[in-house]
């Protein structure tokens, strides 16, 4: 069984890397990121709470969103695999992740890390923001995801490191030129 999570800066292309991972691997798909802009267009409690803070480019809180990962988990039982997008993004997320993974007897296979200059990521994002409507495809809002990244989600990357569970993967390249060093990674873990 494969527990895979895909982790990098903001625009390095986890999403869309996500979509080829999944379907090659038969495994559940989770994007915290998708869910939360889901709860925000419905205007659930969850997403009236985080509307603001992600629309700045924050971080919505580690109780929210590790209440989303246990509901999630805990429904798909039959899951032959997980695939986690955008989580964990602080290091107190990481340490939860681990605490639910025993919960449901989960074994982490690898950490998936999407390495990208910043400036392709501006250009990325930007370009994004004009067709994706995304309340956070601005620059201000990218600016400070940026910020966000640096100071709380970069010592993920530690953390992982230490579990000798890290894999980098430079995520410069066309889709399919990348995708090839993501398989050729899972199919050695
Ligand atoms: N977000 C969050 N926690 C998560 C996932 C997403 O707070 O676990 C918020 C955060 O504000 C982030 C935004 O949702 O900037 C979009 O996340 P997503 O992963 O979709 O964006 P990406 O980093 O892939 O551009
Ligand atoms: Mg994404």
């Not at 956070?136 to 530690?158: A, C």
């Amino acid at each position: 069984m494969l527990n895979i999570i895909i982790f990098g800066p903001p625009g390095a292309g986890k999403g869309t890397q996500s979509e080829f991972i999944k379907e090659k691997y038969n495994l559940t798909y989770i994007s915290t990121g998708q869910i939360l802009r889901e709860e925000m267009a419905a205007e659930t409690e969850i997403g009236l709470k985080v509307k603001e803070i992600i629309s700045k480019g924050g971080l919505a809180s580690d109780e929210i969103v590790a209440a989303i990962i246990d509901k999630f988990i805990a429904s798909h039982a039959d899951a032959n695999g997980f695939l986690f997008d955008g989580y964990p993004r602080t290091v107190k997320q990481a340490e939860i992740l681990e605490d639910l993974f025993k919960k449901y007897n989960i074994c982490l296979s690898g950490v998936l890390s999407l390495e990208v200059p910043e400036d392709i990521l501006v250009e990325r994002m930007l370009e994004r923001g004009k067709t994706s409507g995304r309340a956070d495809d601005n620059i201000e809002s990218i600016r400070y995801r940026f910020v966000e990244y640096d100071n709380k989600t970069k010592p993920v990357l530690d953390f992982y490191q230490q579990k000798n569970a890290l894999h980098a993967i430079n995520g410069v390249g066309t889709i399919e030129e990348i995708f090839g060093k993501i398989c050729n990674v899972i199919d050695k873990i």
